[in-house]
């Protein structure tokens, strides 16, 4: 499944951020240096769940995370606790192994950095599950605070739905 408005959109949106910065902004200034420096936290970040490690590591305990759509998920969650409770755990308890991210762009301007990336894994009923998501990070020091996800709230709610949680 691929989402083309969703990432035409992106791209028209990033195209338009682009052209509305004043050149001096574009250049070697501290807003690009911060958007190069976002970017690698966020790089790294994402190169380290690959290799097993967690992507979350790098969300302020107070973060604010948006699940945009229409599912019982869909929601704002206040702190790294209530996202991990009430949006990350149902679905990971339901994984036989752990999501492995595929990244396929991530852009920066200033604190704000935008990963496109597809993650898999397999149930514990022993389905294959695969997802699409756009995630959108406001960093501040290398830290984000506030994420918006755009993801297949179906699939996501269909492994809940129909698979046990893991008895680890």
Do not use: C
């Not at 195209?15 to 958007?35: I, K």
């Amino acid at each position: 499944m691929t989402f083309p408005l969703l990432k035409d959109s992106l791209l028209k949106a990033g195209a338009a951020l682009a052209a509305a910065l004043p050149a001096a902004a574009q250049a070697n200034t501290p807003a690009s240096e911060a958007a190069v420096r976002n970017e690698a936290v966020v790089k790294g970040a994402f190169e380290a769940w690959e290799e097993g490690g967690n992507v979350f590591d790098i969300l302020a305990p107070d973060v604010v995370w948006t699940i945009h759509g229409s599912g019982t998920v869909a929601d704002t969650y206040h702190g790294v606790e209530d996202f991990t409770q009430r949006a990350s755990l149902p679905l990971v308890s339901r994984l036989a192994g752990p999501l492995v991210p595929q990244v396929h762009d991530i852009w920066a301007a200033g604190d704000t950095v935008i990963i496109r990336f597809d993650a898999s894994s397999t149930t514990t009923g022993g389905n294959p599950y695969s997802n699409q998501f756009v995630w959108i990070f406001g960093l501040e020091d290398g830290v984000v605070t506030e994420a918006e996800a755009f993801l297949d709230l179906v699939a996501y709610q269909e492994v809940v739905d129909n698979n046990e949680p893991r008895q680890d």
